[in-house]
């Protein structure tokens, strides 16, 4: 059975800092691109970012870039989301997922869709006010 279980929001205030860790059960952890979503009340889930399985490419929505950091140790089964520069705007219930990347044929994009992802953590709130 998969499982992903996030941690580390919180509140922050404007402007500073928090990190999210994502703890991964699959075994293959390796084979799968991760990525985080964020979700505002009333507001549909949106991307943030995604990390290839290897971790050598990365995607940022445009909203975070600059501000976020996503990366991954294939070892711990872990994929990490740095969050600096915290904005208001950015409080969410935040998600990560994971999808399975098929190695040979044609290479494909990190997805930035939900339903491209199969597997989804719980969710940790994020709250950035102050």
């Known amino acids: 059975q998969v499982r992903l279980e996030e941690s580390g929001g919180g509140l922050v205030q404007p402007g500073g800092s928090l990190g999210l860790s994502c703890a991964v059960s699959i075994v293959t952890f390796a084979n799968y691109d991760m990525a985080w979503f964020r979700q505002a009340p009333g507001k549909e889930r949106e991307f943030v970012a995604g990390?290839?399985?290897?971790?050598?490419?990365?995607l940022y929505a445009d909203s975070v870039t600059g501000r976020f950091t996503i990366s991954r140790d294939n070892a711990k089964r872990t994929v990490f989301l740095q969050m600096n520069n915290l904005k208001p705007d950015d409080t969410a219930v935040y998600s990560c997922?994971?999808?399975?990347?098929?190695?040979?044929?044609?290479?494909?994009?990190?997805?930035?869709?939900?339903?491209?992802?199969?597997?989804w953590g719980q969710g940790t709130q994020v709250t950035v006010s102050g």
């Open positions: 990390i290839h399985a290897t971790g050598d490419s990365v």
């Open positions: 997922a994971a999808e399975r990347r098929l190695w040979g044929g044609v290479p494909r994009p990190i997805y930035t869709t939900p339903s491209r992802y199969n597997f």
